[in-house]
Nanobody, 119 residues
Framework: QVQVVESGGGLVQPGGSLRLSCAAS????????LGWYRQAPGNERNLVAS???????TYADSVKGRFTISNDGNIYTASLQMNDLKPEDTAVYYC?????????????WGQGTQVTVSS
């Protein structure tokens, strides 16, 4: 089993910054990517950014140039630096760890952390 723990989040004014952190632990040797997803009320959960254990990053178009995902030297962690935040970034943010075994992926989720962008 893989455990995923998140920290960070909170209330920030438009144009402000926040940093989210995520760490995977447990049976992590099959984990190959960590990602941050977000879900606003009434909406689907969508990918914000991801980073593979090899360091390859992916971003949603809506956050490119504003958000940066990194592993800070530990391939089983993922920090999300969010700059120039907008009200539409308001959502619950979830960290996800994917593992692959015999060609099949399994997903592990954190408990979620609220990000609210409001004046």
């Amino acid at each position: 089993q893989v455990q995923v723990v998140e920290s960070g989040g909170g209330l920030v004014q438009p144009g402000g910054s926040l940093r989210l952190s995520c760490a995977a632990s447990g049976s992590i040797f099959k984990v190959y990517v960590l990602g941050w997803y977000r879900q606003a009320p009434g909406n689907e959960r969508n990918l914000v950014a991801s980073i593979t254990t090899g360091g390859k990053t992916t971003y949603a178009d809506s956050v490119k140039g504003r958000f940066t995902i990194s592993n800070d030297g530990n391939i089983y962690t993922a920090s999300l630096q969010m700059n120039d935040l907008k009200p539409e970034d308001t959502a619950v943010y979830y960290c996800n760890a994917k593992e692959r075994f015999w060609g099949r992926d399994s997903d592990y989720w954190g408990q979620g952390t609220q990000v609210t962008v409001s004046s």
